[in-house]
């Protein structure tokens, strides 16, 4: 349904792109149902660590919703399409500023659109961005305040992160942590350089139409959600080394306890 959803709720789908949906909407499924069904790790990382992956999918839904309503309001307006415009507007007002990443999006305008065009760009990417830092700070809560990903169980590093091989050389906890890095790094600056790498391929390959509805929704979800998702899993790798850092520091603790106790009673 989250893959079928813009073809939707936008007018005038062609029969093209609808049979293209269909297709990758049935893959999407099948590959859900395969790998929430499977009783060993697949590919997806902290399936069994919630609300990880309900969180993304939950805000991924919001975006792709919100921004869809918002272009369907272009043609056939409405009370939560208007409401969604003014709350967007207000938004853009707020981000876009010189070089801020909504900025950067709404420059992604093929040349000689009308106004009407450029402005739905940059407010859909307004109200995109701000969905997905939504979706960040509601993770770094999670975290911070309510104790993911112990409170819920026992936290088990193989089938969390299938695709993380620990006896891949050096120490785990180096790895975890540059492994935390490079995704905050990459997380950040990918707002900035998918617009510029946008321009580059259009040079090279041919521009991307963002005039069809279908496109503009999903470059503007793409571009919200996966850099916000890569500061998501950046927080988490963070949080696992952290974990893995503290039990290694409570059991050197427990091996040294009865050699210092043994020596506390030879001084005796």
Known sequence: MLVATPALLVPFTKPSTAQAVLVLALLAAIFTLIEYNSRYPGMLEFRFAPPYNRLRFVSLAAIVVAVSVMVRGQVVPSGLSGALDGLAARLAGAVDFPFSPVRLMAGLAPEGADAGMAEVLRRAAALAYALSLGMVIGFAVCV??????????????????????????????????????????????????????????????????????????????????????????????????????????????AARSPVEEGRALQGV
């Open 144 to 253: 911070r305040f309510l104790g993911w990903p112990t409170r819920s169980g026992p936290f088990n590093v193989w089938i969390n992160l299938p695709l993380f091989d620990p006896t891949g050389g050096g120490d785990v906890l180096y790895r975890l942590r540059r492994d935390a890095l490079l995704n905050l790094v990459l997380g950040l600056l990918l707002p900035f350089a998918v617009p510029a790498i946008v321009r580059i391929g259009a040079a090279v390959i041919g521009p991307v139409s963002l005039a069809d509805p279908q496109t503009l929704i999903w470059t503007v979800s793409a571009w919200a959600f996966l850099p916000a998702s890569l500061l998501m899993r950046g927080i988490a790798m963070q949080r696992i080394a952290a974990m893995i850092e503290d039990k290694r520091r409570r059991s050197y603790a």
